[in-house]
């Protein structure tokens, strides 16, 4: 049975048609600039690539072609679901769970939470359910993983109010990436993962670390948004509270403003004035550039230091996992948040370090040292395994 994932934002949709068990992808592709006259879809048909302009801009259109696409390839009628990621399910899912109208209503009810994601994840499946009203559709919440994690770990200091009436506690996000990729790594450091205790960080533009205990996330390091923890691309991490108000009394900017650069305009980009791109980076750094290497280093020094601190939350750490456009690629980064962290027994190797990139998972460490070991994440075959599970179960 095939499953069609689809990762629906405001401007955009990403899908893949995949086998949940082989993970063999059959169509991939991504329409982007919906909502405005340039929007178009790019489907991957294994190999061969076609655009297709989408003069309406809208989901429906962007559905329409991907049906016609199945129809070309003689596998519409071999479809089994429809994985869908919601970014935010709140306290309510803990797990992935079946489209119903009830589960709708819950979806719609996090919108506080995840104001400019749900929206879209919200249209996305109602357009999809349309489309392809036949099938089962279930989501799968970025969140969803993170519900493990103990009231000592997710509670803020701040007044019990706001979290009893405004549901302000940190929930975490990622969550699909870091469960696939614990799992994986479980399997090469040949552990159950029921009792193994790994740190694992995600670093793609978006950037979370995760304490997983026995395949449960514990602890992780983004929070109520995922603006909260690590350096990322364009998004701050952490920064004092006090904030706001000292910008809006010091430069007179408004809430929205000292979000949205928060939000995009921070992160490596803020810190460089250059890019958030990390490989861009990297090459500016090697050729001098001082806030390019400034950048690199801040965003190494934070992560190697919100990986001891999530440390605390394993008593016991087996292994570290890097993954993402970053964890993948980048042996500079790895070896200087390793090098950082001698104190947790870690020593990389340097050629296996230089040899791991992306499509190639594995050791970066020596024999004598805690693992680290990167694995290629791959949120969409986790979905559609998710999904394949919850219909699996649902028909018990
Ligand atoms: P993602 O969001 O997972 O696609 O990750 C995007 C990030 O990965 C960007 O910061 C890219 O610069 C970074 N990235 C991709 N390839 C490389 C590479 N070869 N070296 C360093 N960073 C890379």
Known sequence: MWTLVLNCGSSSVKFALLDPTSGEVRLSGLAERLGSGAASVRVDRGGERVTHPLPGGSYPEAFGVLLSELGALGVRGDVGAVGHRVVHGGERFSAPALVTPEVLEAIRACVPLAPLHNPANLAGIEAAREAFPDLPHVAVFDTAFHQTIPEVAYRYAVPEAWYTQHGVRRY????????????????????????????????????????????????????????????????????????????????????????????????????????????????????????????????????????????????????????????????????????????????????????????????????????????????????ARETARILQGEHA
């Not at 962290?341 to 050629?351: H, I, M, Y």
């Open 172 to 383: 975490g996000f990622h969550g699909t990436s870091h469960a696939f990729v614990s799992g994986e790594a479980a399997r090469m450091l040949g552990r159950d993962l029921s009792d193994v205790n790994l740190v694992t960080a995600h670093l793609g533009n978006g950037c979370s670390v995760t304490a997983v205990r026995g395949g449960r996330s514990v602890d992780t390091s983004m929070g109520l948004t995922p603006l909260e923890g690590v350096v990322m691309g364009t998004r701050s991490g952490d920064v004092d509270p006090g904030l706001h108000d000292f910008l809006a009394r010091q430069a007179g900017l408004s809430l929205g403003e000292i979000t949205a650069a928060l939000n995009k305009e921070s992160g490596l980009l803020g810190l460089s004035n250059l890019t958030n791109d990390m490989r861009e980076l990297e090459e500016a750094a090697s050729r001098g550039h001082a806030g390019a290497r400034l950048a690199v280093d801040v965003f190494v020094y934070r992560l190697a230091k919100t990986i001891a601190g999530m440390s605390v939350a394993l008593g016991r750490l087996d292994g570290l996992v890097f993954t993402g456009g970053i964890g993948e690629n980048s042996a500079g980064v790895r070896a200087a948040t390793l090098g950082r962290l001698g104190v947790l027994g870690f020593e990389v190797d340097k050629a296996a370090n230089a040899q791991a990139v992306r499509g190639q998972a594995g050791f970066i460490t020596t024999p004598q040292s805690t693992p680290a070991l990167v694995v290629n994440t791959n949120e969409e075959l986790m979905i």
